[in-house]
């Protein structure tokens, strides 16, 4: 496949309207594998603008770059976007990147736009039971190579549904604010997902306070009732954090800035708990210019064990246990949980149940077409 699977619709143009961009389709149960052999940027599913649209039960895999892309994308002056009420849900998606491109997420939704005044988000969006596994951007082959991450919200998009999803092995993050915050009362929800074996972290706040965000902030999200399962550390190359990112609170108070709460973690040195760099936060900016990045932002950040990032008032009914999968281990990847919830609120879901629900078509392998390489799943992740 040399460009994208599906495409459904255009970037935001003059003239949209809720009346006359793609709404009300279904695109399920379809394989779309070997895309970006010609255009490695392609994607497998795209839409641009667009308004109450479904993609579920898909099999999306051996691409060069992501599976599934929401993006209104538009930036022209005065037009609001109308990419609200997608739900992408109970999709498999694996196999991707693969070495050739950076900034990948698998799942990424961009529905919002600064263009408006005040920037504004999309609503009423969802990613629901998707399994996203196995993801390998350049950094395999070129320093600094990045991006490879499973779950990825863009600029000032807010209001996302995040639950029941299955995110392991990823190069990148499990889940990724990529830029701005969205405006108040815009934050997103991160719910009782399974986030394992990320090699930089587990939630990555990437740069909230590019383009429009001002200060103090509105909150950017809250992320409970999650099992956190790895088993690196900031002492790992690269160094690993279960809260990546831009980590500067603009002087507001942390749990005004992000909000954890009744979390499950787990790294299976069993090490976690007694960690005094478990967490991190950066008081203040190290330059106007420089508000969150590079080493001398890293030298600045006060680190934190767990029971020290509880003082903060974040996770405070969260706790260290090892949640009991079955078999997470390469290749087996069983994330069921044979005892049930280990607590916080968990509520146990059915990972399998992503992907095609009538896989009658097994189509063969998609020779490569160009040199790709992906990082070991029993050592790199």
């Not at 143009?13 to 709404?23: K, T």
């Not at 991450?149 to 190069?171: A, F, H, K, P, W």
């Amino acid at each position: 496949m040399g460009i994208s699977g599906i495409r459904i619709g255009t970037p935001g143009i003059n003239g949209d309207g809720n009346a006359n961009v793609p709404q009300f389709i279904t695109v399920q149960n379809n394989v779309v594998e070997g895309f970006g052999r010609v255009f490695p940027a392609a994607k497998g599913i795209i839409q641009g603008d667009g308004h109450d649209n479904l993609y579920t039960h898909n099999d999306v895999y051996d691409g060069y770059h992501g599976a599934i892309s929401i993006c209104f994308c538009s930036g022209i002056p005065g037009l609001a976007p109308l990419t609200n009420n997608i739900t992408v849900s109970f999709n498999h998606v694996y196999n991707l990147i693969q070495g050739i491109m950076n900034d990948g997420g698998s799942i990424y939704f961009r529905t919002s736009t600064a263009a408006t005044k005040p920037p504004s988000s999309g609503t009423g969006n969802k990613m629901l039971h998707n399994r996203v596994h196995d993801v390998s951007d350049s950094s395999i082959m070129d320093a600094d190579g990045y991006g490879g991450d499973g779950l990825y919200i863009d600029d000032i998009t807010g209001l996302v549904d995040v639950e029941n999803n299955l995110v392991y092995r990823v190069s990148g993050s499990a889940l990724d604010f990529s830029g701005s915050r969205a405006g108040p009362n815009q934050s997103s929800t991160i719910k009782n997902n399974i986030f394992a074996f990320a090699r930089l972290s587990l939630i990555y706040a990437a740069d909230p306070y590019a383009q429009t965000a001002q200060f103090p902030a509105p909150m950017f999200f809250t992320a409970s009732n999650n099992l956190f399962y790895f088993d690196r550390s900031s002492a790992s190359s690269p160094s690993f954090y279960a809260q990546g990112g831009c980590v500067y609170d603009s002087g507001i108070a942390y749990t005004s800035f992000e909000q954890w709460t009744r979390n499950l973690y787990w790294r299976t040195d069993g090490g976690f708990a007694n960690d005094p760099n478990a967490f991190h936060i950066l008081p203040n900016p190290v330059s106007p210019t420089n508000i969150c990045f590079g080493d001398a932002a890293q030298a600045a950040s006060a680190n934190y064990p767990f029971t020290g990032w509880q003082k903060l008032g974040e996770d405070v009914q969260s706790v260290v246990l090892d949640p009991g999968f079955k078999n997470p281990a390469y290749p087996a990847d069983d994330y069921s949980l044979p005892n049930g919830s280990p607590g916080v609120g968990f509520v146990p879901f059915d990972p399998t149940q992503a992907g095609r629900t009538n896989p009658v078509i097994n189509p063969p392998a998609v020779p490569a077409t160009f040199p790709t390489k992906t990082f070991s799943p029993t050592k790199d992740f």
